[in-house]
């Protein structure tokens, strides 16, 4: 299916509003939508026959600084049946990022969903288990923020110079 | 400096760095924590299971991971995209050539040069990568076996796999780490004889891989051990993100190098095995271990096809310089870009954002297949036995390196 069809499937489904912005210089092309809707979102996205992305590749947290003030949670989705991929963006706040879970639809976003809430401190509402994933469950801060300073001593340990 | 605190023990340090998530006093009548690793030979690695069991049977298991974390992404935001591939070899340390060649086409697209590059490094960068991939599978096979309890083969696949080995040292210097696909060419070309030998190599290692199949997969205790545990049913499958032989032990025909045709795969002619429950349910970690050693098939094949291009068609010539197309200034436009490919683990993705100032990724995320694959563990393992959780572990073929990134 090509990226207006998916585009004017959602806009038919939850009006022209949902849609905050498209980024057709992606690739694959991405949707950027409100973060509030994004369980919906996907679950027509997931559930719907011919759109059908039944495979949820990658979660990516990124931020976009403290200038910005703002953090992003991408999604990278393809259909296996159908071989179209998709990327839809939320964009967060950066004093407290939250965004629902996806672990509903895909149990794959547990895992995923716990990296991006370890490096980012993105909290995922409605995660079953949100806990820290690869860092020390007592580790201070979120190491991939752009402003993160990483605490000089760990365990009497120094960290770095 | 002699005199400098270099650590404070405490007792209490392994509680709050990597607490439990069971409480020994909410567990029921007859159950227990046990603790397997992080140092374990069958957690291949350094990964910490918190398993919970009712005598024999499994209740639950908790992987515990970060162990090897070295904070790759963290690492590729301030280094320049070539920069950062050593530390991308340094991921999937067992087939970092598979992840270099991801790495690079991702790059090499943003760029938009993936059509200028000259055939000859296409075809070289698939025979190093199928090496690789055999190499990686042979670990996995050998290890496996070991795992289950069977001592020979692991030595057996040691010794294949140090050919290979010798073969990409010869090429790019290095036995594991190689550094050698950069972004829009190679290191070196093939050093004067490379194919030769290669073809050797592939007929020397076609009756190995008969006898091991022999000798391992139609063992009646390795089947006994493999057959109908941990049955993966595809649909479970798809919905926890797996990928590569794992997906394709559960019966689904899904493999990058022919759904996306990348790099110099669309003109080769190899096949794509599928589990078909042939000892037991479809999915179960026998049809993952027989995906695997088919693939090895298939890799000797794809790499015998490509030498015979690499001795004919794109044969060695003069004034072939790999570096002819390597960038001077890799500054892509400002983009989202994410790409993938078929590691021998399973689909290895890069997620970079490019801000189209500077030579360094904005971001770059690294999808790493074990990590994915292995989030099944708990789902599959609950239920069974001990013994059947390390043969479903070994039959993920996790490299933590890869988990932790």
Not at chain 2, 49 to 68: A, F, K, N, R
Not at chain 2, 123 to 129: S, W
Not at chain 2, 361 to 384: H, I, T
């Amino acid at each position: 299916m090509k990226f207006e069809e998916i585009i004017s499937n959602l806009t038919s489904k939850f009006g022209e509003e949902f849609i905050v912005a498209l980024h057709e210089n992606a690739s694959p092309k991405c949707i950027e939508i409100n973060a509030n809707g994004l369980v919906e979102a996907m679950q027509y996205l997931h559930g719907t026959e011919k759109l059908y992305f039944d495979s949820l590749s990658c979660i990516t947290g990124l931020d976009n600084g403290v200038e910005a003030g703002t953090m992003e949670v991408i999604y990278n989705l393809y259909s296996i049946p159908y071989g179209h991929h998709l990327m839809i963006k939320v964009k967060l706040g950066r004093e407290q990022p939250t965004v629902d879970s996806l672990t509903s639809i895909w149990k794959t976003a547990d895992w995923q969903e716990r990296e991006v809430f370890d490096l980012y401190g993105v909290h995922f509402e409605n995660h079953p288990d949100l806990r820290r994933i690869l860092l020390p469950a007592d580790w201070e801060g979120f190491p991939l923020r752009k402003d993160y300073e990483h605490q000089t001593y760990y365990r009497g340990i120094k960290v770095a110079e | 400096m002699a005199n400098e605190v270099q650590y404070i023990f405490d007792n209490q340090n392994l509680q709050k760095s990597e607490p439990q998530k069971f409480n020994p006093e909410d567990l029921k009548r007859e159950e227990m924590i046990i603790n397997i690793g992080p140092q374990h030979p069958s957690t291949h690695g350094v990964l910490r299971l918190e398993v919970i069991t009712s005598g024999e049977e499994i209740v639950d298991v908790v992987p515990h991971l970060g162990y090897l974390h070295r904070c790759f992404e963290k690492h590729a935001e301030s280094l320049p995209y070539n920069q950062t591939l050593p530390f991308v070899d340094r991921m999937d340390y067992l087939a970092a050539m598979n992840s270099e060649h991801a790495f690079v086409m991702g790059v090499e697209r943003m760029l938009g040069i993936e059509n200028t590059i000259d055939k000859r490094v296409e075809y070289i960068r698939v025979v190093v990568a199928e090496l690789n991939r055999l190499a990686s599978h042979f670990i996995a096979l050998g290890t496996y076996a070991m795992d289950i309890g069977a001592i020979t083969p692991f030595p057996w696949m040691l010794r294949d796999r140090e050919h290979i080995l010798r073969l990409l040292e010869w090429a790019s210097g290095a036995r594991m780490l190689y550094n050698y696909i950069w972004v829009g060419g190679l290191f070196y070309d093939l050093p004067v004889g490379f194919e030769e030998r290669c073809l050797e190599f592939c007929q020397y290692i076609k009756p190995k891989l008969k006898e091991f199949e022999e000798l391992v997969l139609q063992n009646k205790i390795f089947v006994d051990r493999t057959a109908n545990v941990g049955v993966l049913p595809v649909g479970l499958a798809i919905n926890y993100g797996i990928t590569g032989p794992m997906l394709r032990g559960s019966g689904l025909k899904f493999d990058l190098r022919k759904v996306d045709a990348y790099s110099v795969y669309p003109e080769i002619d190899f096949d794509i095995p599928v589990g078909k429950g042939e000892m037991g349910a479809i999915g179960d970690c026998w049809d993952r271990t027989w995906v695997r050693m088919e693939e090895c098939h298939q890799s000797v094949k794809i790499i015998e096809q490509c030498l015979t291009k690499l001795t004919g068609e794109h044969k060695r010539t003069r004034d072939f310089d790999p570096r002819a197309t390597v960038p001077k200034k890799i500054r892509p436009k400002a983009q989202d870009f994410y790409v993938r490919a078929e590691n021998p683990k399973g689909e290895t993705g890069f997620f970079f954002r490019a801000d189209g100032r500077s030579d360094i990724p904005y971001r770059c995320k690294a999808r790493g297949a074990s990590f994915v694959n292995l989030s099944v563990l708990g789902e599959l393992s609950k239920g069974g036995l001990i013994a059947d959780m390390i043969a479903i572990l070994g039959s993920i073929d996790i490299v933590l390196g890869e988990v932790d990134r």
